[in-house]
Nanobody, 122 residues
Framework: QVQLVESGGGLVQAGDSLRLSCTAS????????MGWFRQAPGKEREFLAG????????YYAGSVKGRFTISRDIALSTVHLEMNRLKPEDTAVYYC???????????????WGQGTQVTVSS
């Protein structure tokens, strides 16, 4: 079992930046790739970014590429999502997740955090 805990959400204004963090605990001896997703009210869960734990390779959805950056801290078993130039349409609950192999489909991910709310005001 792997437990994931997100932090860093909050209320910001359009154009601001925010950094989310996700710390893993439990069976972190088995390496899992990590991903960030978000879900806005009435919408499906959307893949944002993923990172391969072994070599740090990163993957992004087109909608956030260039604005969001995923990074990992191996020593702290933590993955971050740096979000820049935030827009009101970025308002959603943000989730981190762990998968045997990184990908853009939520069903690939075995463990999920509880989510953290990000609200961007105009």
């Amino acid at each position: 079992q792997v437990q994931l805990v997100e932090s860093g959400g909050g209320l910001v204004q359009a154009g601001d930046s925010l950094r989310l963090s996700c710390t893993a605990s439990g069976r972190t001896d088995s390496s899992y790739d990590m991903g960030w997703f978000r879900q806005a009210p009435g919408k499906e869960r959307e893949f944002l970014a993923g990172a391969r734990w072994s070599d740090g390779s990163t993957y992004y959805a087109g909608s956030v590429k260039g604005r969001f950056t995923i990074s990992r801290d191996i020593a702290l078993s933590t993955v971050h999502l740096e979000m820049n130039r935030l827009k009101p349409e970025d308002t959603a609950v943000y989730y981190c997740a762990a998968a045997p192999v990184v990908g853009g489909i939520s069903q690939q991910y075995r463990y999920w955090g509880q989510g953290t709310q990000v609200t961007v005001s105009s």
